[in-house]
């Protein structure tokens, strides 16, 4: 993957997700990323990290928001299937 034109290895995403210190001044707002729906999911995957910089901690609106994942729980897509089903049922 390419963030800002050079590789990012497994270990500054580890790097990114392990942070502690949070700087609200360098965090992207989510909602100024514009993304080209027609690319190719990798290429749309390069400009996500291209312009929001640290894909486990940015803001939404004046809100930090930070990712975290249990180790061993369920992935991101079968809890937000799971979340959806729920919602269709009530």
Known sequence: MYKGGI????????AMR??????????????????????PAAQRAER???????????L???????LRFADGGEDLRARLK???TSCKKA
């Open 7 to 14: 590789a990012v290895t497994l270990a500054q995403l580890d």
């Open 18 to 39: 392990n942070t502690t210190e949070i700087d609200r001044t360098k965090l992207v707002d989510i909602q100024s990323v514009k993304i080209n729906p027609s690319l």
């Open 48 to 58: 996500y990290l291209e312009q929001i910089k640290n894909p486990y901690c940015f």
């Open 60 to 66: 939404c609106g004046g809100s930090v928001v930070r």
């Open 82 to 84: 799971n979340y959806f």
